[in-house]
Nanobody, 116 residues
Framework: VQLQASGGGLVQAGGSLRLSCATSASIFSISAMSWYRQAPGKQRELVGVVTTGGTANYADSVKGRFTISRDNSKSTVTLQMNSLKPEDTAVYYC???????????WGKGTQVTVSS
C-alpha cells in the first residue's frame, strides 16, 4: 500500500500550511485516514483521524486550528493547519488503517517547521 504525502515546509508562527496524502481508491475507500507527527526526541503522536464516513477527531493540542478532511473522488486526505505554533514543528505522517482488511500503512513523512 503506497501513501504519498506532500505539502510540508517552513512557515512563520501564525501561518498556515496544507498537507495532502493520496493513495489508491481501493485502499482509501475502506480505510480510516490519519495524520501523525513526530517531533525531535518525542514519540509519534496522533494529530487527527477521519473515518470512512467522514467523522473527524483531533488531538486536544490542535483542536480549533487543524482540520482533517477526505476527498473520496480523489482518494486524498488533507490536513489544513492554521494558526501554526513553533511546537507544531515535526515530521508529519499519513496513515491508512482498515483493521478488518489487515491494512495499517504509512506514508513517508513530510517536514513541517514553524519559526517563531
Amino acid at each position: 500500500v503506497q501513501l504519498q504525502a506532500s505539502g510540508g515546509g517552513l512557515v512563520q508562527a501564525g501561518g498556515s500550511l496544507r498537507l495532502s496524502c493520496a493513495t489508491s481508491a481501493s485502499i482509501f475507500s475502506i480505510s480510516a485516514m490519519s495524520w501523525y507527527r513526530q517531533a525531535p526526541g518525542k514519540q509519534r503522536e496522533l494529530v487527527g483521524v477521519v473515518t470512512t464516513g467522514g467523522t473527524a477527531n483531533y488531538a486536544d493540542s490542535v483542536k480549533g486550528r487543524f482540520t482533517i478532511s477526505r476527498d473520496n473522488s480523489k482518494s486524498t486526505v488533507t490536513l489544513q493547519m492554521n494558526s501554526l505554533k513553533p511546537e507544531d514543528t515535526a515530521v508529519y505522517y499519513c496513515n491508512a488503517v482498515a483493521v478488518a482488511y489487515g491494512i495499517d500503512s504509512w506514508g513517508k513523512g513530510t517536514q513541517v517547521t514553524v519559526s517563531s
